[in-house]
């Protein structure tokens, strides 16, 4: 997979990787989210260590919590039994396993560790993984049938502009994802897709419409779940993208835009991913407020009254 000019120059750019223990999760996190059916999960999330995805997209810095090499075997197991031995009871209702990577990619996830790895998601009613379009396959359903739980798989589409995601670098056509969706569904395995928020390429003034179009696209796909992602610079090629024009850093507004304009696609379930959402925060008055509107609305799937802001106007 590595060779091409692009992803030789996209690499180029990168700062130095941080060591990454194979042995140690990078850390979990316990939220409550919404389903199709309206009911309210507990999903507990953890951030595993182990190899780098062999893609290089433009947009992408999950590489810096990756490991050079393989995931050496055992490795995830260990992780996971530690952070499941430190999450208080009572037991979520779902479990997501994120490897920074594609959980079906034997490099990534020794097919020998899934046993234990099941075993150890056993008391998780739902159990999320991530995984490009392209190594969804035969090993997703040996996965789905070793789980007690059902499988959910999350994919990338992130936008369906036709020249920005030729740009992503990420291999991925509709067409692919458009395949990848039909064969979970074929299989009764859920769809969590992530779709993005101001991808390069994209025109800033027509980023919400785009992303939109891409929930939609996921949505009449049958995606349980469509998890909107801001993109952020500092991975090194975005920043170049952005000094030549060809990258404008998503706004707190736009995020709204966005997620007020997804509400009626049920019963999929969309959200706006607020992990870093403080990076888009530019008005010391209402930033707060606003984001905290969007967490109930990722949980209710309601619509409700934009923050008025005098300092701002809510821009
Ligand atoms: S496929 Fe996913 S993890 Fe891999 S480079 Fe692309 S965005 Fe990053
Ligand atoms: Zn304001």
């Known amino acids: 997979m590595i060779g091409t000019t692009a992803d030789q120059r996209i690499r180029k750019l990168r700062a130095p990787k941080p060591w990454v223990d194979p042995w140690r999760a990078h850390g979990s996190l316990v939220e409550e989210e919404r389903r199709p059916d309206g009911t309210i999960e507990r999903a507990l999330t953890v951030f595993l260590a182990g190899a780098e995805c ?13 490991i050079d090499g393989p995931t050496p075997a055992g490795a995830l197991a260990w992780q996971l039994k530690e952070v499941l031995d430190a999450t208080p009871p009572p037991v979520p209702d779902r479990i997501k396993l994120y490897n920074a990577s594609n959980f079906f990619d034997q ?34 359903l040996e996965v789905a049938r070793i789980l007690s739980g059902s499988l959910e798989v999350a994919i990338g589409l992130e936008t369906t502009h036709p020249a920005a995601i030729e740009h992503l670098n990420k291999r991925l056509s509709l067409t692919r994802f458009a395949q990848a969706a039909g064969f979970l569904a074929d299989h009764a395995i859920a769809l969590r897709t992530f779709v993005l928020l101001n991808p390069p390429y994209v025109p800033a003034q027509e980023a919400v419409q785009w992303t939109v179009h891409a929930v939609e696209y996921a949505a009449r796909r049958g995606a349980a779940v469509v998890a909107i992602i801001p993109v952020r610079s500092g991975n090194g090629e975005v920043d170049r993208l952005q000094a030549l024009g060809h990258y404008t850093p998503p706004t707190l507004s736009g995020l709204e835009d966005a997620l007020d304009r997804c509400l009626g696609f049920a019963p999929t379930v969309v959200t706006v991913d607020l992990w870093d959402a403080h990076r888009l925060a530019t008005c010391g008055k209402c930033s707060s407020a606003r984001i905290e509107r969007l967490g109930r609305i990722n949980l209710t799937g309601r619509s409700e009254a934009r923050i008025a802001c005098s300092a701002c106007g809510g821009q």
């Open 54 to 66: 062999p893609y290089t997209c433009s947009f992408c810095d999950l590489w810096r919590w990756t």
């Open 107 to 140: 490099r990534a996830v020794p097919v020998q560790d899934l046993p234990a790895i099941a075993a150890l998601a056993a008391p998780f009613v739902g159990v999320t993984v991530e995984s490009h379009a392209r190594t969804v396959g035969p090993r997703t």
